[in-house]
């Protein structure tokens, strides 16, 4: 599989797309008014204990606190004992309101609710990530080779210092790593986390103690794969960064890190801004000519599956496993796209042979393989419906992209210029029943005005005998359909 990373960068954003085999698969944005949280160290103070919740919030500099579980919380009192802390404990015993603690945001803030905290730090780096609350020598399920990970162990536990109390995790870069690489990275990272107890120590409450990576280093970090064969960026001061950044800690990826120096914009030429598009409509086309439907709501997300003009060469269940095999690929691209997290519903259609059904989730089981980002699928519901989840940890690209329609506030709807002619005539008969005026004037949008002109003319008409008030029209170029005034004059 040919997979390659392009970085767009600019002064106020910087957006990388993963490509695999000239299809768009990831989108990662990050803009300079609004970076990822995610990673982040801040001193924060305990601002409000929840003990109903086992939680608390924290004041951390943020618009909205944020919020850390008593399951988050690192319990100094069972420091170097092996003794994992019990999840009933009352918070209370943990923290009170006021306390100064050192925190990390594990989920960026989520429409309206505010960021999610622990305390069990951790510190990534090429190879390894750092937990200085945490113990052992932890290796990355995608290793499977028993010998590699058996010899990756050893090698991070002989370079654990004597005096050293801590844990480390080791990546899924490190394979076939050298042992001078993996103990090079294990030094930086006890030199990186001492600067930032230091600095948490001397910071004040609800101040960054410590950020994460710009997006174009965060990328050579954690998604340079063996099987990434160049990453292109456009932007020459980022490219030097990034050829440092890997020649401190990864010189053998330097020659695959190109810079991009043609006119035509990267992600024009390799189709990507086109996809952008695309993965923000809400219908997603299939090749048999069947569609897929997705909604993102507050609560879940929800993907229909339909056959459209798709009606195949055989029988009408052949048809429809066809679709559902190709949808269960689509929607495994399509969540990692667009990024979607959380609870996840999908409605393929109706199969009657139960070979068909387990042969679709195992199809999507295989789709969803390759993402990064954790999935669970559980059985098929007594509806027929596919339940889902994948961790959402940062912003769906919607989320990062849009907002909500000014016209409709997100709802999806607005009303019809027929029955906004309604409501206008039911106010023009409050009104004028219990307000003395010469006349009447509505003020409206242009398609209600030619409605009441057109269709509901007579009733217009009407209306002024029963009144015995002339009525009076005129378009409000600002109002949407939905928006009307009656002036009484």
Known sequence: MSTEILINASLHEARAAVVENGVLQEVYLERASRRGLISNIYKGRVSRVLPG??????????????????????????????????????????????DEILVQVVKDPLGTKGARLTTYITLPSRYLVYMPQGRGVGVSARIEDPAERERLRSAVTEGIIAEEDAGYIVRTAAEDAAPESLRADMAYLRKLWEFVRQKGLRAQPGSLVHADLPLHLRILRDSLRPEVERVLIDQPNAHREMLEFAASFMPEVMSRIEL?????????????????????????????????????????????????????????????????????????????????????????????????????IQALEKAL????????????SPLGLVEMTRKRTRESLEHLLCQPCPTCEGRGFVKTAETVCYEVFREI?????????????????????????????????????????????????????????????
């Open 260 to 360: 991009y120096a043609e006119r035509r914009p990267l992600f024009e030429l390799h189709h990507v801004e086109e996809e952008i598009q695309k993965a923000l409509e809400r219908k997603v086309p299939l090749k048999s000519g069947g569609h897929l439907v997705i909604d993102q709501t507050e609560s879940m997300t929800t993907i229909d599956v339909n056959t459209g003009a798709f009606v195949g060469h055989r029988n009408l269940e052949e048809t429809i496993f066809r679709t559902n095999l190709e949808a269960a690929v689509a929607i495994a691209r399509q969540l990692r796209l667009r990024n979607l997290g959380g609870i996840i519903i999908i409605d393929f259609i109706d199969m009657e042979e139960a070979e068909h059904r387990r042969q679709v």
């Open 53 to 98: 919740m086992q939680a608390a919030f924290i004041e951390i500099g943020l618009e909205r606190t944020a919020f850390l579980h008593a399951s988050d919380i690192f319990d100094p009192r069972h420091a170097g004992t092996g003794i994992e802390p019990p999840r009933s404990e009352n918070i209370r015993a943990l923290v009170t309101e006021g």
């Open 369 to 380: 393989s390759d993402d990064h980002v954790k999935t669970n699928i559980s059985s098929v």
């Open 429 to 489: 008969v409050r009104q004028a029943g219990q307000f003395e005026c010469q006349q009447l004037m509505v003020l409206a949008h242009q398609d209600v005005i030619e409605r009441l002109l057109d269709e509901e003319s007579s009733a217009l008409g009407e209306l002024e005998l029963v009144t015995g008030k002339p009525i009076r029209l005129q378009t409000e170029a600002l109002y949407t359909v939905d928006q009307y005034d009656v002036v009484l004059m």
